[in-house]
């Protein structure tokens, strides 16, 4: 089992930045994958960004891309978020996943709020 704890979330005003950590805790001695999904009100989860263990490739959704950084700390099981040049259409519960490769299994976390205004 790994659980996964979100941080950083908050109210900033459009243009500004946050930066948003996810730590790993438990069995997360076997490969896996980090990212981020977000979910806005009535509106589907959708894919914002993601890093691969093995070589650390990402890949970001094209509505944030330029503006957002993902990256990831192997020694600490921790993945940031960095989001600059904030719009309004990001506010969104933004939850962390984590996935197991050897064992095809995914992990999140409770979510963090993100409120940004025009």
């Known amino acids: 089992q790994v659980q996964v704890v979100e941080s950083g979330g908050g109210l900033v005003e459009a243009g500004g930045s946050l930066r948003l950590s996810c730590a790993a805790s438990?069995?997360?001695?076997?490969?896996?994958?980090m990212g981020w999904f977000r979910q806005a009100p009535g509106k589907e989860r959708e894919f914002v960004a993601s890093i691969t263990d093995s070589s650390g490739t990402t890949y970001y959704a094209d509505s944030v891309k330029g503006r957002f950084t993902i990256s990831r700390d192997n020694v600490k099981d921790t993945v940031y978020l960095q989001m600059n040049s904030l719009k309004p259409e990001d506010t969104a519960v933004y939850y962390c996943y984590v996935y197991v490769v050897t064992t095809n299994s995914r992990y999140w976390g409770q979510g963090t709020q993100v409120t940004v205004s025009s």
């Open positions: 438990g069995r997360t001695s076997s490969r896996y994958d």
